[in-house]
């Protein structure tokens, strides 16, 4: 290869091919994510690092630990091909289940759940990872189902969602089954399943937040205590609406905000108040906006896109991030009941981090331009199979 | 094959590709569409929890709830600053002490503890305890700043709904010596009156001692001389001014009758008025001092002129008649020394209306005195002033002014002719008036004529009495008759004496004034001012020269002359055979 075509459009080596045909737009949003992340995680967390008796940069390093493979994992899941991608996601899956079994057994309990695995002096989640890897097989599955006639994908996918579901609420981590379902229930929504099965999947689902209400107290608690606020005590909501107004227009400026103080969890499912508070509404505002923009970007390279597969897959992925980024934002705005979740990529969250690492790499994967790529071969796009 | 939902959806799309593709787009438009309108909520609420509710609108709010609870809890917390005089003298003080309230829901017997405070404090019966101790609310005063032994036998009737707040209470261990200077406050501590009431912000502030010009050995004096009077001369009341002319600190000022700020249970309105400062009158013949300083300051060669003095003067429906009619032409010198009303007229038709107003109105004689004491009157002069008002103006009828006001006005034109504010609080470190830092109103020579025709006045005029051997007392008498509802009321008098020592350089000016003085034998029935104001003066002078160690004229060397009224106790002992040698 001369000088000349090295990193040119021509050059067809496997970094400079995937420079060419990523989505730079959605890369630069991501980076961004990150930064946010990095800043508000820096200052957040200190005060919880200091308050559970850990050094006081203990939450940023690991940050930061997790941040480096997160990232490598992002670029490297983005430069390799669907086939390969729904082929580590089995594995990944496999892998994760397999984990998700051990827990019961090794596992570490954190207020009264068994989520964790302990390894080389870091908690990991099994499940977060499992959770984007579900999304591209049972998008695969349900791909194949369109491509052979007697392949009954959509029924494999649907076992693997229960398994998974099974093992979730064993933990039990009923916030992550939520996000996982309403996951599916978008790929299934994608792949053209009917509106009247899709109302009966709501009015399921409902039945299931109805038995969820009734079932388990802290259910309950939390909807009674915001549907009537004086009922009981919101000291969270109440603390993270405090620190929204404290904000004002320009906010209090990085590490001045007062408000941590008080979250418990002000570096991981409180962390968007800790920015309302000292970044102010302009840079919030900001943030919300990035994440629809990743989410609309995405969704626009999937109306471009003819192949099946990247429309489940991406679109289950896009919305599982974009839930949880709404479930954490309107959590703090009180604008639902507040439900412990990570927002990507600025929460503290160390396999989380892995997770959307991984999710986010595998959109901008199935999201590059193949047709460009197609008509500079001279040759018809590869099929999927 | 099953049939299931999803192996028909499966039948479906696998019919027809591009259907499935086309579906899937719609779907991903709606999924974006569900997206984007979460989104768009979660902007709105942003902006609703961060701007609209946000702390930029409502600072105000907040800070005024944080300011009232502040001020409500203020009066307890602070102790209320002294005043002291100028030698240090405690005038006003607070003294901690301990309040006594109910908390009636804890009241464990009423009718018991009830009957043993009524027993203690016998103001109140046993059916108004009684009455306050089974009210509905937490609080309810029942005492307010017990004495000790007081405290000590409430603790003993042991019922636990009674319990002590401590606070200030206000006292003024002079008593009556100076209540119209130093003021008094309300029940919760708001400056009602004098000082307390001018400097309240201040006084309110922690740990502020409002150090006053005054000097209560000085004002002691002034009050008991005027007292005496007022006592000899079965007279309605009296004021007096003792003031330092170089500088304006006033270190006497009486007014009587008067009261003990301690004990302001039953006071009528005339103890309270201030008629040093608040009171306004006619004070006659002493605005003679003005009528012929301008005189001078008019015409360069005033002592050679004369004024026909034969006969009552007649302008217009008035006839201005003398007192004592010399019933000859006089000098200008004449006309002062005997206080010549027609003289004085004819004086104040030479000096003419614009001439003798300009003239009042440089002293300060035509517009409210600029002093620190809220109780301060506008002098009342002629609305419109037509020429008649001169003639009589110049001999002090229909002006009239404040004590205050009057001893401010005198100051410049014995003083050197710098003007001088009555001041109460002493200022740290600066002293005199200079001529850098005054302004000048009165001629310097024309001052010094001045200041020996005042002198002339008692030593060959109509203030004899007022003389005190070695300190060269000058001044002038006024004896004034009080308008009545009918025109001048001939018997009831304001007989007073403006007066200033030495002479040869003056430093203090007294004034003393007599309301209604009623003659007695050893006055053969007079109660003019020769015989009422001017003795007066002339033992406050006295008294003042041994408390403050001046030395007679001659005998005076300048440092313990500045000193004097700073030094107090040093320079008694220093001043004792001097005074012995005055006398």
Request: hydrophobic share 45%; net charge neutral; charged share 20%.
């Amino acid at each position: 290869m001369n000088v000349a075509q090295f990193f040119s459009r021509t050059d067809k080596s496997v970094i400079s091919n995937w420079f060419w045909t990523v989505d730079k737009g959605a890369l630069v949003s991501i980076f961004a994510l990150i930064v946010y992340g990095l800043i508000l995680v820096a200052t957040a967390s200190p005060s919880v690092a200091l308050r559970i008796g850990v050094t006081e940069n203990h939450f940023l390093i690991r940050h930061i630990v997790f941040l480096i493979p997160a990232l490598i994992m992002m670029i490297g899941v983005s430069m390799i091909s669907p086939r390969n991608l729904w082929r580590l996601a089995t594995v990944i899956y496999i892998g994760g289940i397999l984990a998700m079994l051990l827990i019961p057994f090794v596992g570490m309990e954190i207020k009264g759940a068994k989520r964790w695995l302990h390894l080389l002096g870091l908690g990991l989640q099994p499940s977060e990872i499992v959770k984007p890897a579900f999304a591209i097989v049972a998008a695969w599955l349900m791909a194949m189902q369109k491509e052979r006639e007697n392949f009954t994908g959509d029924l494999y996918a649907a076992g693997l969602y229960a398994v998974f579901v099974a093992l979730l609420l064993l933990q039990p981590d009923f916030g992550m089954t939520m996000v996982v379902t309403c996951m599916f229930a978008t790929q299934i929504f994608l792949a053209g399943l009917r509106f009247r099965y899709l109302a009966i999947m709501f009015l399921a689902g409902l039945c299931l937040l109805m038995s969820a209400y009734y079932g388990f107290d802290h259910v309950q608690s939390r909807i009674d205590r915001f549907m009537n606020p004086a009922a009981g005590d919101n000291f969270q909501v109440n603390k993270s609406l405090e620190s929204f107004q404290n904000g004002g227009i320009l906010g209090t400026g990085p590490g001045q905000g007062s408000v941590k103080m008080y979250l418990p969890d002000a570096h991981a499912d409180f962390i968007f108040s800790v920015a309302g508070e000292e970044l102010g509404f302009i840079f919030t505002f900001l943030l919300a906006g990035l994440f629809l923009f990743i989410l609309l970007r995405g969704f626009n390279h999937l109306m471009d896109t003819e192949d099946i597969f990247t429309i489940i897959a991406c679109g289950g992925l896009l919305a599982m991030i974009g839930l949880q980024a709404l479930v954490h934002i309107c959590s703090s705005l009180n604008l639902i009941p507040t439900k412990g979740m990570t927002l990507p990529f600025i929460s503290y969250g160390g396999t989380s981090l892995l997770s959307v690492g991984f999710a986010f790499g595998a959109v901008l994967s199935l999201t590059r331009h193949k047709k460009r790529s197609g008509i500079v071969k001279g040759k018809t796009r590869k099929r999927i199979r | 094959m099953k049939r299931t939902p999803f192996s028909k959806l499966s039948f479906t799309m696998t019919g027809n590709r591009g259907a499935a593709l086309e579906m899937a787009r719609s779907r991903i438009v709606l999924l974006a569409l569900v997206f984007i309108v979460a989104y768009t909520i979660v902007g709105i609420r942003l902006f609703d929890v961060m701007i609209l509710q946000g702390r930029f609108w409502q600072d105000v709010e907040d800070t005024r709830a944080v300011e009232a609870a502040v001020q409500t809890k203020a009066p307890e917390a602070v102790r209320r600053g002294d005043i002291v005089d100028r030698n240090g003298a405690i005038l006003a003080t607070s003294l901690k002490t301990a309040s006594l309230f109910a908390d009636p829901a804890l009241i464990v017997d009423a009718q018991e503890t009830a009957k043993a405070l009524a027993a203690l404090f016998p103001e109140n019966t046993y059916e108004n305890y009684l009455e306050k101790l089974q009210k509905k609310g937490r609080f309810v005063w029942l005492k307010r700043n017990l004495v000790p032994e007081e405290q000590h036998a409430v603790m003993l009737i042991g019922d636990p709904g009674l319990a002590f707040q401590e606070e200030y209470k206000r006292t003024y261990p002079q008593g009556q010596l100076a209540p119209h200077i130093v003021g008094y406050v309300s029940r919760d501590e708001m400056g009602q009156a004098g000082l307390e009431r001018a400097f309240n912000g201040l006084l309110e502030t922690e740990e502020t001692v409002l150090k006053t010009t005054l000097d209560i050995r000085l004002q002691h004096a002034l009050r008991q001389e005027i007292a005496n009077t007022i006592d000899i001369f079965s007279a309605k009341g009296g004021a007096g001014v003792i003031m330092n002319i170089n500088n304006g600190d006033v270190l006497a000022l009486v007014s009587l009758p008067d009261f003990d700020p301690n004990k302001r249970e039953k006071l009528d309105g005339d103890q309270i008025f201030n008629r040093a400062t608040l009171g306004v009158y006619e004070l006659g013949s002493v605005f003679k001092i003005f009528s012929t300083a301008a005189l001078l300051e008019k015409f360069p060669d005033a002592l050679s002129m004369t004024f026909d003095a034969r006969e009552p003067l007649k302008r217009g429906r008035f006839t201005i008649s003398d007192y004592h009619p010399e019933k000859r032409v006089l000098t200008v010198p004449e006309v002062f020394m005997v206080s010549s009303n027609i003289g004085t007229a004819l004086m104040g038709e030479e000096i003419g209306t614009e001439g003798l107003k300009a003239f009042y109105k440089k002293l300060g004689l035509l517009s409210k005195p600029d002093i620190s004491l809220r109780e301060v009157g506008a002098p009342l002069y002629p609305r419109p002033w037509r020429d008649i008002n001169t003639l009589t103006a110049s001999y002090g009828h229909g002006v009239a002014v404040s004590p205050i006001q009057l001893v401010a006005a005198v100051a410049p034109i014995v003083n050197g002719g710098l003007q001088v504010t009555p001041r109460f609080l002493k200022p740290e470190g600066e002293e005199e008036v200079t001529k850098t830092t005054a302004m000048r109103v009165y001629d310097e020579q024309n001052g010094e004529i001045m200041r020996s025709l005042m002198r002339l006045v008692v030593t060959e005029g109509t203030a004899k009495k007022a003389d005190v051997p070695g300190y060269e007392v000058g001044g002038k008498t006024g004896t004034a008759e009080k308008p009545g509802a009918k025109g001048y009321d001939r018997k009831r008098l304001i007989s007073s004496f403006m007066g200033a020592f030495p002479m040869s350089a003056p430093k203090y000016a007294v004034f003393v004034a007599i309301d209604e003085p009623q003659g007695t034998k050893e006055s053969y029935g007079y109660a003019t001012a020769g015989w009422t104001a001017a003795p007066t003066v002339a033992r406050v002078v006295e008294r003042m020269v041994s408390i403050l160690g001046i030395p007679p004229v001659g005998v005076a060397t300048a440092e313990t002359q500045e000193d004097a009224e700073d030094m107090g106790a040093k320079t008694q002992l220093i001043a004792q055979p001097v005074k012995g040698q005055a006398l």
